[in-house]
């Protein structure tokens, strides 16, 4: 049970008890050969600028890893506010953003952790022992209160009763399926009557799929597993299993539940998507420099849907307005049996701090800060985001970004709420997943072959990392 892993490890354990950095050596056997989704994802990594482990902060300022590469602009606005120069004084902090996971960890399992880290799959530190408890910091704090945020926010900073999580600068509502109202109405659509279901969404796909004489592609209707449709993360959730409606793992009993008929269902279902267009097809329009990612082939105007959550208005007013006006917003797919099931989703992101760090007091005081409604401001206009705290999300105008409201109006209409599972190893069960759909997707692997596959690895790292009785 995950109850009886130890509370720490020493660097060589962490190591190899992640199996986030050699994912692909002792399941290199079992595992498809790296493709052209993989290979987009990699090309992708290697243009950041944080690709390979971020060097040391200058002086002796705070370091504060962030895997978002949009977040620099907030965070440079924040800073330069009276407001944060009388609540920091004369500390020094250094944001690095788009840091990798593997990044990270390296740093961490060196013992040269940043102080504190956003974006990245918290759980997983959590439950590992490398980071510092805040439930004494958090019954001091005058700005960071359980009463100030909604109740899975809140709970899920935490891990076996401890808090090791401060809420902050992310973290409403995760589903909905975003459109290009223009491009709808080019190809003969209605942008007034969106698809509901996945066949629905794979006739607006075919319409708008567009290639060249040579059948090179030139234009998508929807890449199923682009940003949140293919996301399998703490912080975010697991949408397949939210569009189907299963629980994919129960941490109470540690077991997992991948090997069934909706696992099957959805490899088959949203693999459709990508074959239609043709894997290399679609692989080749991420690795086109500014496509690559969560929503630039959307602001591209090359991809006319997409899975997002609310933030997905925002970044699109700040990051390319002319295409903006003419996004929509609506429900996320679900299959053509559970037609009528409105889907809704919490999740959130957190500053995490390492217990080896040597800024802790001051990481805490950042995290603090980036909770007072100067910051959430800030990050809003600057980046489209919102936290989970009610009074704040009082406050927010739902038209200040085109499709932005359906996501308010979800709030009251959702048939069907969901949370991230809490599962300690997520960022190996995301990478497994990827390797899979792509397998499945170009006919190397049945869609019943994947979901056993994944059931079967997914047990295997539980037990081979300790959590399992």
Avoid at 21 to 49: T, Y
Avoid at 100 to 111: D, K, N, Y
Avoid at 140 to 168: C, F, H, I
């Amino acid at each position: 049970m995950p109850g009886n892993r130890r509370s720490s490890l020493s660097r060589r354990d962490f190591l190899r008890a992640s199996s986030f950095l050699a994912l692909g050596g002792v399941l290199a056997a079992c595992a498809a050969p790296p493709g052209a989704e993989q290979a987009a994802q990699q090309a992708e990594q290697a243009q950041q600028p944080e690709a390979q482990a971020p060097a040391a902060a200058s002086g002796d300022a705070v370091q504060y890893w962030v895997g978002w590469g949009n977040y620099q602009p907030a965070f440079d606005a924040i800073v330069q506010t009276d407001e944060w120069a009388e609540w920091m004084g004369d500390t020094k902090v250094e944001l690095k953003s788009s840091t990798t996971a593997e990044a990270l960890l390296t740093a961490v399992a060196a013992g040269t952790p940043p102080d504190g880290a956003s974006n990245r799959e918290y759980l997983d530190y959590m439950a590992r022992g490398v980071l510092l408890p805040l439930d004494d910091w958090l019954s001091t704090s005058e700005v960071v209160k359980q009463e100030n945020y909604l109740e899975g926010t809140w709970r899920d900073g935490s891990y076996q009763g401890v808090m090791y999580g401060v809420p902050a600068n992310e973290g409403f509502l995760r589903y909905g399926l975003n459109y290009n109202a223009r491009m709808v109405e080019e190809a003969g659509l209605d942008p007034d009557t969106p698809p509901q279901t996945w066949s629905e969404c794979m006739e607006w796909h075919k319409a708008l799929t567009k290639f060249d004489d040579a059948g090179n592609l030139l234009q998508v209707g929807l890449d199923a597993y682009d940003a949140m449709g293919g996301q399998l993360a703490i912080q975010d959730g697991f949408f397949a299993s939210v569009s189907w409606g299963w629980q994919w793992f129960d941490p109470e009993t540690g077991k997992f539940d991948l090997d069934n008929e909706m696992m099957i269902q959805a490899f088959e279902v949203m693999g459709e998507f990508t074959k239609l267009a043709g894997p290399d097809n679609m692989a080749g329009m991420r690795q086109v420099e500014g496509q690559g990612g969560w929503g630039p082939s959307y602001n591209a105007e090359v991809q006319a849907m997409i899975i997002e959550g609310y933030w997905h208005p925002g970044e699109t007013q700040i990051q390319k307005p002319e295409v903006a006006q003419y996004n929509r917003a609506s429900w996320a797919p679900v299959p053509d049996a559970r037609k009528g099931v409105k889907v809704q989703g919490t999740g959130g992101h957190y500053v995490i701090i390492y217990k080896d760090a040597k800024h802790t007091e001051e990481m805490f005081k950042v995290a603090e800060f980036l909770n007072t409604d100067t910051a959430l401001k800030i990050i809003f206009e600057n980046t489209g985001w919102l936290p989970g705290m009610p009074k704040f999300l009082e406050s927010v105008d739902p038209a200040a970004y085109p499709g932005l409201d359906f996501y308010f109006k979800s709030v009251d209409e959702a048939t069907e709420w969901s949370s991230p599972a809490r599962c300690p190893i997520s960022q190996f069960a995301s990478q497994q997943y990827v390797q899979l759909r792509e397998a499945n997707f170009r006919d190397e692997m049945t869609a019943a072959e994947a979901a056993a596959e994944f059931q079967k690895r997914c047990e295997e790292e539980y037990k081979n990392a300790g959590f399992a009785s």
